[in-house]
């Protein structure tokens, strides 16, 4: 449930999934050194910024946003669905 003015963003792998995708998809981030670096630091100056909550749960991490930062988010999950295919991410 999201907070008046918050966004969440849920970031899982389940073990079924591992199972029927690890054939199909890398299992691991397919970013180069340079890139995950430039990856890191964007991640961490957006989440100083806008990150208010996070909670993890088995494979599950939950990342709870400002809403004002939805542009951001929805620019994160595209990010990291193209070089981490093995991963799930939902905005809710």
């Known amino acids: 449930m999201l907070?008046?003015?918050d966004m969440e963003l849920l970031w899982t792998k389940s073990a079924r999934e591992s199972m029927t995708s690890i054939q199909s998809a890398p299992i691991a981030c397919t970013l180069g050194a340079g890139d995950f670096k430039d990856?890191?630091?964007w991640i961490r100056e957006f989440s100083a910024k806008s990150l208010r909550s996070h909670h993890r749960?088995?494979?599950t991490l939950e990342l709870t946003y400002d809403r004002c930062a939805a542009a951001?988010?929805?620019e994160f999950v595209r990010r990291?669905?193209?070089c981490c295919g093995f991963s799930s991410l939902r905005c809710a």
């Open 3 to 5: 907070a008046g003015t």
């Open 39 to 41: 990856r890191m630091r």
């Open 57 to 59: 749960e088995g494979l």
């Open 72 to 74: 951001d988010v929805h």
């Open 80 to 82: 990291e669905q193209a």
